[in-house]
Antibody, heavy 119, light 107 residues
Framework: QGQLQESGPRVVKPSETLSLICNVSGGSIGSHYWSWLRQAPGKGLEWLGHTYYSGSTTYNPSLNSRLTIAVESSKTQFSLKLISVTPADTAIYYC?????????????WGQGILVTVSS | DIQMSQSPSSLSASIGDRVTITCRASQNIKTYLNWYQQKPGGAPKLLIYAASSLQSGVPLRFSASGSGTDFTLTISSLQPEDFATYYCQQSYNTPFTFGQGTKVEIK
């Protein structure tokens, strides 16, 4: 199922855009779903959304249309863009392989990247 | 959204103890329920999917059951490496949602 690794800026200013990349290695990104989740410091887990390798997406409505998840042209990466961030978006962001085989679950996860929203 | 609630929020147990964690869904989710283990500083790791199916590589002391709205995760004999936070998650429909977590601590 491969390994996942998040990368991107660790600090983002309020009202700006948070952009992250998840690199998938050791497996094909094709014919699979890929998810982003986050965990605010000391809090529980929140699913943000996922993309199918073809580009179709499903988002958590709680993000109020601020979120875009996409498969990158390299086909070994997928991305997250969250616009108009506030300090409430400070969290550890995880990418994960969403296994959809009738019974659905999050398989391998990346190690996570802490992103702080602060001026 | 489907609300997931876990109990207890935390528990203290000794090595060798039998531990049970409960998860309740706000509506019928059949068996679309997964369990994850998260250790401090680490990412969640899948333990159980489809309410009772053990993920490959997970020790047999972990088991789970339930359907509909009520689910349980059991650790038959707690080991030092099992001290962690456990989360349930519904995959019945989007947005996928998690319980608030149960922290298992050393007594």
């Amino acid at each position: 199922q491969g390994q996942l690794q998040e990368s991107g800026p660790r600090v983002v200013k309020p009202s700006e855009t948070l952009s992250l990349i998840c690199n998938v290695s050791g497996g094909s990104i094709g014919s699979h779903y890929w998810s982003w989740l986050r965990q605010a410091p000391g809090k529980g887990l929140e699913w943000l959304g996922h993309t199918y390798y073809s580009g179709s997406t499903t988002y958590n409505p709680s993000l109020n249309s601020r979120l875009t998840i996409a498969v990158e042209s390299s086909k070994t990466q997928f991305s997250l863009k969250l616009i108009s961030v506030t300090p409430a978006d400070t969290a550890i962001y995880y990418c994960a392989h969403y296994i959809a085989r009738g019974y659905n679950y999050f398989g391998p996860w990346g190690q996570g990247i802490l992103v702080t929203v602060s001026s | 959204d489907i609300q997931m609630s876990q109990s207890p929020s935390s528990l203290s147990a000794s090595i060798g103890d039998r531990v049970t964690i409960t998860c309740r869904a706000s509506q019928n989710i059949k068996t679309y329920l997964n369990w994850y283990q998260q250790k401090p500083g680490g990412a969640p790791k899948l333990l159980i999917y489809a309410a009772s199916s053990l993920q490959s590589g997970v020790p047999l002391r972990f088991s789970a059951s339930g359907s509909g709205t009520d689910f349980t995760l059991t650790i038959s004999s707690l080991q030092p490496e099992d001290f962690a936070t456990y989360y349930c998650q519904q995959s019945y429909n989007t947005p996928f949602t998690f319980g608030q977590g149960t922290k298992v601590e050393i007594k």
